[in-house]
T-cell receptor, first 115, second 108 residues
């Protein structure tokens, strides 16, 4: 079946503008994760959703970042009033459940550039 | 803060040689996974090792886990140019904690 998809693949925006990044997880996967990866760095956990439970937002770097997951499927990561330090690749992953040992399947990422 | 830390940060070898990457982590785990990333985009799962396992093989990959030292190693045997990528270890919890990765370059 189809893998995790993300859109757009690239986004260039001006400082201060809001952006929305979209993630379509694998059908049937109840867990969805957002990560951020700056150039040459590891993955920084941002947020994850598990079914209908309240999302774990502990990784969000500031209140400018928010995410939603509608109907337990598609997720949108919103960054308000973007700053240059927000420039990074934003990766989404899904897994069958959020239990230990569940493989995460990653999307190709959205490369965000804030000018 | 990130839990997994890989070393070396970068590794360059000749095709056909073996590549060994190490991962250290801080707290107790149930599982440790290794992922591969090409060109700074999506990661691909390689192998999972559970806390009660010491060694696991998958094709040219061999993973070891030493829970007493809180460390794991990934060995790629008979490396190929196509193995050039970044390799990350990830430990479990409510989320997955990914390390900073080892950048492997295999020279043809």
């Amino acid at each position: 079946g189809a893998g995790v998809s993300q859109s757009p693949s690239n986004k260039v925006t001006e400082k201060g503008k809001d952006v929305e990044l979209r993630c379509d997880p694998i059908s049937g996967h109840t867990a969805l994760y957002w990560y951020r990866q700056s150039l040459g760095q590891g993955l920084e956990f941002l947020i994850y959703f598990q079914g209908n439970s309240a999302p774990d937002k502990s990784g969000l770097p500031s209140d400018r970042f928010s995410a939603e997951r509608t109907g337990g499927s598609v997720s949108t990561l919103t960054i308000q009033r973007t700053q240059q330090e927000d420039s990074a690749v934003y990766l989404c992953a899904s897994s069958l459940a959020a239990g230990t040992g569940d493989t995460q399947y990653f999307g190709p990422g959205t490369r965000l550039t804030v000018l | 803060s990130q839990q997994g830390e890989e070393d070396p940060q970068a590794l360059s070898i000749q095709e056909g040689e073996n590549a060994t990457m190490n991962c250290s982590y801080k707290t107790s785990i149930n599982n440790l996974q290794w992922y591969r990333q090409n060109s700074g985009r999506g990661l691909v799962h390689l192998i999972l090792i559970r806390s009660n396992e010491r060694e696991k093989h998958s094709g040219r990959l061999r993973v070891t886990l030493d829970t007493s030292k809180k460390s794991s190693s990934l060995l790629i045997t008979a490396s190929r140019a196509a193995d050039t990528a970044s390799y990350f270890c990830a430990t479990d919890g409510n989320q997955f904690y990914f390390g900073t990765g080892t950048s492997l370059t295999v020279i043809p």
